[in-house]
């Protein structure tokens, strides 16, 4: 975790604009699972570049615990994204079922 992060989990005020800071920033796996129930998993997969695909169904993946009741992330928006990663689909597939056997 950078400076910046850590940073930002000791401001709960700056936090409650994650969304918004999604936009502009990378994090890191590690601050975005500390600060999960700050933002939108959608906007999420939309800003951040780099999430590994055992983040992405453990973390964001059909969420509505954690979402608002019309911006959860299904199955179809994780496989996009990691799509675009260039992950294959035996890759996605194996992390998915990853996902299920926790």
């Given at each position: 975790?950078?400076?910046y992060e850590?940073?930002?989990?000791?401001?709960?005020n700056e936090l409650s604009t994650m969304n918004n800071l999604l936009r502009k920033?990378?994090?890191?796996?590690?601050f975005l699972i500390k600060t999960r129930l700050y933002y939108d998993s959608w906007k999420c997969l939309k800003t951040q570049t780099n999430l590994?695909?055992?983040?992405?169904?453990?973390?964001?993946?059909?969420?509505?615990?954690?979402?608002s009741a019309?911006?959860?992330?299904?199955?179809?928006?994780?496989?996009?994204?990691l799509k675009q990663r260039n992950l294959s689909d035996e890759e996605i597939?194996?992390?998915?079922?990853?996902?299920e056997d926790n």
């Open positions: 975790m950078n400076e850590k940073k930002l989990l000791n401001d709960k920033y990378q994090f890191s796996e590690e590994s695909a055992d983040f992405c169904f453990k973390y964001l993946y059909d969420r509505p615990d954690l979402d019309d911006d959860w992330s299904d199955y179809n928006d994780v496989y996009r994204y597939s194996k992390a998915f079922m990853k996902r």
